[in-house]
């Protein structure tokens, strides 16, 4: 049998037939738009990359948008063309044919308003090229990541997504029957990234995370994918910082090839402020006073994307020692305010987009740490095994992948970033 | 605030202490164990990646196995020990103690018998250098795999885990509560990744698949890793087979670095029978009548995986043309024998690794696989949206990850190449 892929057996991509003028060459798409332009009629042919006009001559066939078809034709350079070339003398094969108009426009610019009802049809609106090309930002955005975390040496890793118990802290997950057992969906692969630091140092895992916030925000998911970061002998929580910074500088070093539109980049020092600092500023902002709050609404954090905006001319601030009460209790308390933590958010644009620190190593600060808050160790044993048998100082963080999109792309509603959403109310497509 | 990473902050990776031969460095890792040679004590220290010897010199101190420690102390080059180096006049920092004897020894070769024990103990018994070489190497084909699909121009995509329908035959899906309406855990990316064909034209997704069935074999997990791929404007399923040979034959072009173990190749030419001249050879090999069944069994493939090592000399065997009744509703039927179909499994030393095909890209075609099943359309809007609006002829494959790490390594149970491994038994860690 002969293996070959890419040579004889599938169509150009229409992104490369700048390098094929002069050639006959065959391409496949959907049929995005019929054009007449001066007279002459052309088929507007999109296939996942990228359009190419054909020019019809012998009167315009009537198909219906989004029929699949394979054009053969030749490649005849044409500056006022989309993306330069045209495709003549076109030789015309239907693969599929579609029996009814769309039920809404891949032409016309996004509706941005009609969000309820492109979920309701993502498999269609997905194919809009105002659309997609964020999902090519996601893909983009995902192999950098990757690159930057790999260059330090960090582990991939898959952890499981059923667990035994709802741990984290006990409210919104999701539960399942595992053969008439009672198990639970991971909200984060927090306990299993902790014990593969034991393993290997230094890990990342990208993976679906899983919360049932009862909630209906534009900002919360009730699926979302979660990169995950974690590795051993940090300094503090400040070592953390220091690398989902240069992560982040990395990943968005620079936009996919021949991106155009918005855009942010990392700071080579973003500001960080503490937690209390940050409530100080509130504080004077609005003449309320915030200096017994024990998180950020909101609100707040929209303030303070603003205010680093303004005075440091940056998407990002990093906000660092959460109160402990708020954070989980695998938290490293700040040794000099223990009240507070060796925790981080990082906001972008004024929303939060990362969480992160240091975490607690000694075994015995675990069973004293559950012991506090009433949890019953029992429930926590392969975890604390990791620890019984010694761990380093470590920490890490979790990037939000859907919610670093919308706020690049400046969208209103996380789930505009989703291809998918699972919330209260969508469970399809 | 100074962004520093890998420069003051982390301790050095053992690995590279042979570039630094001559120098005073600090690294951070476990102690693996003590080791008297010719009246001189030394440390063994292990980090994620490697291990060294500390000489001692005031006489052994007495560390339990797994105390984590910063040793700081100059890099002597010294042939007869591993890595070619050792660490002179060490200062020892104990950074976390172990206070108890470990249950598992991570020194005397791994015993393979103890499965069970090990799994339990998995926190730990990963830290066995044996054990944790092999979750390099799934490692390892992870950035393979992904290099190799996305120098052909796959978009990643994430999809929903957690779905309306139990969708893909309707047996052994998870059921979960969401927010009080019954979903299911998905089998498998496969409508997802055939929807966004529609879009990118070419995808892939690495993620948990959930597979309640109720046996335990030492080749299923009920919560696996999945390599899926999928593409549109194919000739046939020997188009997705020439994708899979190429793929698999680039994540197996070298091992990771360094690495002494078993490996496997992928010959350039694999040999490929059809699953009627499969059963042929069975027949003749047993002297069974055989040529009747509608699938192969266990023992089957892997007198199929001898033949092929033996006639071809090849670990792999494409083994095309299953029976309709055999495979999913969407299988593309082969238009000469329709009760067969244009569908392939890939056997890897003589167990199935890869399945994979053509699917039906026509809405008329689906509304009468669906009836001729008795399944209800209805049941599959949005999956059915995609080929009311035009879908080229596509297909992909699903590459089960732990699957090929445990027939790369030839354990005998796919267990051994889990991290933590999800079983009719098994739940946590």
Request: one cysteine or more.
């Amino acid at each position: 049998m002969k293996m070959h892929f890419l040579t004889s057996d599938l169509p150009h991509s229409i992104a490369e037939l700048p390098e094929h003028v002069g050639e006959t060459v065959t391409v496949g798409g959907w049929v995005h738009t019929h054009r007449r332009l001066g007279g002459i009629e052309f088929l507007v042919v999109r296939d996942g990359y990228a359009v190419v006009q054909v020019l019809l001559q012998n009167g315009p066939p009537r198909f219906t948008n989004e029929t699949v078809l394979l054009v053969t034709g030749k490649v005849i350079a044409e500056t006022r063309a989309p993306g330069g070339v045209e495709l003549h003398d076109p030789v015309i094969q239907v693969l599929s044919h579609v029996d009814e108009p769309l039920p809404l426009s891949l032409i016309r610019p996004v509706d941005q308003a009609a969000l309820a009802t492109r979920l309701d049809y993502a498999p269609l609106a997905l194919r809009h090229p105002e659309t997609r090309r964020w999902f090519r930002v996601t893909d983009h955005l995902l192999a950098t990541f990757r690159d930057a975390i790999r260059r330090r040496e960090f582990v991939e890793v898959h952890t499981p997504k059923i667990i035994r118990h709802a741990s984290e802290g006990g409210a919104n997950v999701f539960q399942l029957d595992y053969f008439g057992r009672p198990a639970y969906l991971a909200q984060s692969p927090q306990f299993y990234k902790q014990i593969m630091v034991g393993v290997f140092g230094r890990v990342f895992e990208v993976g679906p995370a899983f919360r049932a916030e009862p909630h209906d925000t534009v900002r919360h998911l009730n699926e979302y994918t979660s990169l995950d970061v974690e590795l051993g002998f940090i300094q503090d929580h400040r070592t953390v910082m220091a690398l989902c910074q240069q992560v982040l500088a990395e990943m968005l070093d620079r936009p996919p090839q021949g991106w155009t539109g918005p855009w942010a980049t990392m700071p080579s020092n973003p500001p960080v402020i503490s937690f209390r600092q940050a409530l100080d500023l509130l504080t004077a902002a609005t003449g309320e006073d915030l200096r017994n709050e024990t998180d950020l609404a909101p609100s707040h954090e929209r303030w303070l994307g603003e205010w680093a905006r303004r005075t440091h001319s940056s998407d990002f601030l990093f906000v660092e020692g959460y109160p402990a009460v708020k954070r989980p209790f695998y938290t490293h308390p700040d040794p000099e305010w223990p009240a507070y933590t060796r925790s981080f958010d990082l906001l972008f644009r004024g929303q939060e987009l990362v969480t992160g620190g240091q975490r607690l190593h000694r075994y015995h600060d675990y069973l004293q740490a559950l012991r506090v808050r009433g949890m019953d160790p029992d429930d926590f044993i392969a975890y604390l095994m990791a620890f019984r048998f010694g761990m380093p100082p470590h920490g890490g963080f979790a990037i939000g992948l859907e919610r670093l999109v919308a706020r690049l792309a400046g969208f209103s509603n996380v789930r505009q970033a989703t291809l998918f959403p699972r919330d209260l109310s969508r469970l399809a497509p």
